[in-house]
């Protein structure tokens, strides 16, 4: 398994309150993802970066920032949580965006928005 | 934009039996790579099968077989001698080959089919 590691887990948190998600990575990958999961829509890409400090909004960004000082860590934050954004979190890696490339999955942030 | 349907949201199959997952897409492109992850209840993501687009030939990895219509766009799963281990859920994704401004090619996910194996 790639060594992806998400944290926290499980979060529970209030309407209006700042989260930060991080994932961490062992594999040196260069790039990085945020994906939420929710039913119905399969997994949706939040952000996502190609390096440090180089990062981009995928298709569900709004509400979402994100940030990479490091090649290993990803964070993800949401300004002030609201309903809306209780989801599975998922990060993801991959080596390259070249070729068959595979993007590899940490195990996932369940949040919840009360 | 690419789409990718699943229009299977649950499927169940007998334990030992053979089940096939359906998937469509949509593209203009004529370049890319299809996939197919499993996602069991503990949530971790898991690559089962890949296709690359320009490849005839079908991709298999032992007892999973992809069904790649390229002209239909289609890409269905068959997965044969189901296993109790089998159940989850299943996503069809699809990655152009293309490369965009920042070198990012975008996957897209279906939005899943739930497989139960019945002992």
């Known amino acids: 398994d790639a060594g992806i590691t998400q944290s926290p887990r499980h979060k529970v948190t209030e309407t209006g309150t700042p989260v930060t998600l991080r994932c961490h990575q062992t594999?040196?990958?260069?790039?990085m993802y945020w994906y939420r999961q929710d039913p119905g829509h399969g997994l949706r890409l939040i952000h996502y970066s190609y390096g440090v400090k180089d990062t981009d909004k995928g298709e569900v960004s709004d509400g979402y920032s994100v940030s990479r000082s490091k090649t290993e860590d990803f964070l993800l934050t949401l300004e002030s949580a609201t309903s809306s954004q209780t989801s599975v979190y998922f990060c993801?890696?991959?080596?390259?965006?070249?070729?068959?490339?595979?993007?590899?999955f940490g195990p996932g942030t369940r949040l919840t928005v009360l | 934009a690419q789409t990718v349907t699943q229009s299977q949201p649950e499927m169940s199959v007998q334990e030992a039996e053979t089940v096939t997952l359906s998937c469509t897409y949509d593209t203009s492109e004529s370049d890319y790579y299809l996939f197919w992850y499993k996602q069991p209840p503990s949530r971790q993501m898991i690559l089962v099968i890949r296709?690359?687009?320009?490849?005839?030939q079908n991709a298999t990895e032992n007892r999973f077989s992809v069904n790649f219509q390229k002209a239909a766009k289609s890409f269905s799963l068959k997965i044969s001698d189901s296993q109790l281990g089998d159940a989850a859920m299943y996503f069809c994704?699809?990655?152009?080959?293309?490369?965009?401004?920042?070198?990012?090619?975008?996957?897209?996910f279906g939005p899943g089919t739930s497989l139960s194996v019945i002992p």
């Open positions: 296709q690359e687009a320009y490849k005839q």
């Open positions: 994704a699809y990655r152009s080959a293309k490369l965009g401004k920042t070198s990012y090619d975008k996957v897209i």
């Open positions: 594999e040196n990958h260069r790039y």
């Open positions: 993801a890696i991959s080596e390259s965006v070249v070729g068959a490339d595979t993007q590899y």
